[in-house]
């Protein structure tokens, strides 16, 4: 049986938040966790829709039957006329995810078996976060392995341990991220007095979201002012608390967006992916803690393998991948979307394996800006995409850039 650990969240006022030094302070704040058998047949619910947790130490046993042997999934990689299939090198993978639909590629890729397929005899068990610095805090205390998690966490863990504690080995998702307000609110001058929302401070949308006001002439803590007042809360709570009015938006990835604006009422004020160039962002990468990638290079190529096979799955299929989404969310969180926001939701992500490396330095001044940062940092080395682009060659694809900062 999976053991989990839970307690209420709280609501960060500004005047809580201390310092911008405390944003780095990823322990100080945990979210949502919960463990979870990996088996494809599994009707277990493994993630809670209630207020954060610490992550669990232990996880369930993925279910006998739900992998084939390496031998197998070699033979079915050569029978598809793809290269030989990676061999897995450790006994068991600890696997972080999100019950979200930016983390589209890693849900289904558990729930479907496709994870666990390419890691062969490896066992792996997975646990399941509200948000980026709460998975990061798993990590640093040996909890999971590697994780999917949002850009920014990755870079203050990266930068806080001096380039030692992880690796982003791939991507996993473009887009899907938005502030969702009143329908009063027409403009940024609007906000001025209000209260808004991210799920955790220092996690990518909270980023964006205290960019986005600086950009727009208002201050938060963090950034030498209080003309808003931003409180970082479990996004089940931010639905219900919009819905009641006691806040007056949030910056949120989804399908929480979309739920705001089609189950609260809401409408968006800014979709992030106009803020890019090209309409294109990372929101969700797939890390390693750089200590298992250097003793187990063989079992994170494999899961990059499950990883690209279950995107080009969506990319065949986006309807049943839509449908199986849902499905498996319903699993994590206790109840599915509704149709309307599934669709809206799924419109608005691009899974794919590219990390966009290119904007990762604008991705960290954006957290120097927004005082999540308290300098620009050097992040040579935050990239190893040499199993990514060996995995993307054996299949024909053409390879991904580190950007110059890191290996590829």
Known sequence: MSQRLSHRASRTKPSRLLAAAAVLALAAVT????????APDSNSSAASSQPAASPATSAASSAAGSAGSISAAASAAAGSGQGAAPVSDAETLRLGYFPNVTHAAAVLGVKNGTFQQALGNTK????????????????????IDATFIGPNPAINAFVKSNGD???????????GAALVVKPEINSPADLKGKTLATPQLGGTQDVALRKWLLDNGLKVQTTGGNDVDIVNQDNSQTLDLFKTGEIDGAWLPEPWASR???????????????????EKFQTT??????????DHPGTIEALIKGEIDEIDAIRADPAKAQTDLNAAIG????KPLKDTTIQAAFANIEPTWDPLAGTLNTI???GVEAGTLSQAPDLTGIYDLTALNKVLAADGKPPVSAAGLGSE
């Open 260 to 278: 705001l604006v089609l189950e609260a009422g809401g409408k968006t004020l800014v979709d992030e992916k106009t803020l890019w160039p090209d």
């Open 285 to 294: 990468v797939l890390i390693s803690s750089r200590q298992f990638l250097q």
């Open 124 to 143: 792996l068990e997975t646990s399941t976060f509200n948000a980026g610095p709460a998975a990061i805090e798993a990590l640093l205390s040996g909890a």
């Open 331 to 334: 699993e994590l969180t206790g």
């Open 165 to 175: 504690a992880l690796r982003i080995v791939a991507g996993a998702t473009n887009n």
């Open 364 to 366: 960290a001044q954006h």
């Open 31 to 38: 979210a949502a966790c919960s463990s979870s058998s990996t």
